[in-house]
């Protein structure tokens, strides 16, 4: 998708710095004057590239008082999701579905989005706080500075921006966080999105996950699901185990689900029932929640999460 540009026919002139009204900074994000004329649209780099929204999307996320965590989410957009304009419900949405992570989570987060920033080891990252703080789940830059200050107090990074270097001991970290399973609260669904399958999660799925305790991340609902990107792989790697509905049979389930399996972490697996004979054979031998009803698959998910995984950290209230 190419660049979207300042287009004095299309958008309205700004006598000062344009500035993007998701992170708030500058960058060249324009308001449209021709139908839809509620339509931000534009590039900035701290939200990912091209970004297309809706003024009451941008309201709700201000409202409340989440404005970075839809700068995070905006920056986690696959390329395909970037093409369609973000509406006040992908918002309501996202800030539901988004990720709180703790202090010492975002530590470990942050480390391994140096080591992932970096192309040899030895060699400086090529994070930058002004562009990439998003990354970090961070407010701004200044909650990115100090994860990187604690870093290096904690012995895993040295030199300062922009010549951060990540040093043994940082990386021996995060083969621990990766081995040891990440002790959080989130858990990775791996579905069909297609809106057959909405009511599936909004009833059965999501609420099971959070009754038990744990916190569901389903990256963008309106991806292409065949392809799995780096995003999805950290995302994996942060979470504690996983509940895979291979209703539909996208091949992005299957893949995602083994990669979680290759940790040596939990996949709950489920199906619709009619469905569930169309399940590739090296899979029906799991212990599949096969369900004719969402009340049914709900109550299902909810007790083998708690077989499994045992009741998980209640999500505290998200604050408002
Ligand atoms: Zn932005």
């Given at each position: 998708m190419d660049r979207i540009e300042f287009d004095p026919t299309v958008h309205v002139e700004t006598g000062w710095a344009p500035e993007c009204?998701?992170?708030?900074?500058?960058?060249?994000v324009y308001k449209r004057k021709i139908d839809p004329t509620d339509v931000f649209e534009g590039w900035c780099d701290r939200c990912g590239g091209n970004v297309r929204i809706t003024e009451s999307a941008v309201q709700e996320a201000e409202a409340a008082g989440k404005r970075h965590v839809l700068t995070s989410w905006m920056r986690r957009l696959s390329l395909d999701a970037r093409q369609q304009t973000v509406k006040r419900e992908d918002v309501a949405r996202a800030l539901r579905d988004s990720p709180s992570y703790s202090v010492l989570e975002k530590l470990d987060i942050a480390l391994s989005v140096l080591a992932d920033m970096t192309s040899f080891p030895g060699y400086p990252s090529s994070f930058d706080f002004m562009r990439d703080y998003p990354l970090f789940y961070a407010v701004g830059e200044d909650e990115a500075a100090f994860y990187v200050q604690e870093l290096k107090r904690r012995g895993f990074l040295e030199g300062a921006l922009p010549a951060v270097k990540v040093l043994a001991a940082g990386y021996e970290h995060l083969a621990t966080i990766q081995k040891s399973g990440w002790q959080s609260n989130q858990v990775f669904v791996a579905m069909w999105f297609d809106v057959s399958m909405r009511l599936t999660y909004d009833s059965a799925i999501e609420p099971a996950i959070r009754e038990a305790g744990y916190k569901p991340l389903r990256l963008d609902r309106h991806e292409h699901v065949n392809r799995i990107d780096d995003e999805i792989i950290a995302q994996i790697r942060r979470s504690r185990f996983m509940v895979a509905d291979l209703t539909g049979q996208r091949q992005g389930v299957y893949y995602e689900a083994g990669f979680v399996a290759g940790l040596g972490r939990n996949v709950i697996w489920m199906c619709r029932k009619e469905q569930l004979q169309d399940v590739h054979f090296d899979n029906r031998q799991f212990n599949f929640i096969d369900y004719e009803s969402e009340s049914e698959a709900k109550t299902r998910l909810y007790n083998r999460i708690l077989a499994i995984e045992g009741e998980g950290p209640k999500v505290q209230k998200e604050l408002k």
């Open positions: 009204p998701i992170c708030g900074q500058r960058a060249d």
